[in-house]
Nanobody
Framework: QVRLVESGGGSVEAGGSLTLSCAASETFAHKYCMAWLRQPPGKELEGVANIDADGSRYDADSVKGRFTVSEDSAENTFYLHMTQLKPEDTGMYYC??????????????????RGPGTRVSVSS
């Protein structure tokens, strides 16, 4: 079972940027769908963005044009580059590995593993 550890969270002002990293214990490219999930305070977990094992990508409507996922397969690291941050982006961000599917235009992941999370706080 792949182990995942997120880093890079912090506090920023609205309009700022952060890059989250997810270090994996093994190679994930072409093996797992890698996804970023988040849980805003008092709300349910939601998908943010992913790269599937076949290379296809998904971004939630709420982050399109602002967030980008990338991966460094040599370093077994998965990234979430976040720009134009808004207060509603505040929450715990998790990296997950597993299998992804899209229903009604919304992606979801059945995770094999998920990291402990990193907190992002965006002030207005």
């Amino acid at each position: 079972q792949v182990r995942l550890v997120e880093s890079g969270g912090g506090s920023v002002e609205a309009g700022g940027s952060l890059t989250l990293s997810c270090a994996a214990s093994e190679t994930f490219a072409h093996k797992y769908c890698m996804a970023w999930l988040r849980q805003p305070p008092g709300k349910e977990l939601e998908g943010v963005a992913n790269i599937d094992a076949d290379g296809s990508r998904y971004d939630a409507d709420s982050v399109k044009g602002r967030f980008t996922v990338s991966e460094d397969s040599a370093e077994n690291t998965f990234y979430l580059h976040m720009t134009q941050l808004k207060p509603e982006d505040t929450g715990m961000y998790y990296c997950a590995a597993g299998s992804c599917s899209i229903t009604g235009g919304i992606a979801s992941i059945t995770p094999t593993s998920r990291g402990p999370g990193t907190r992002v706080s965006v002030s207005s």
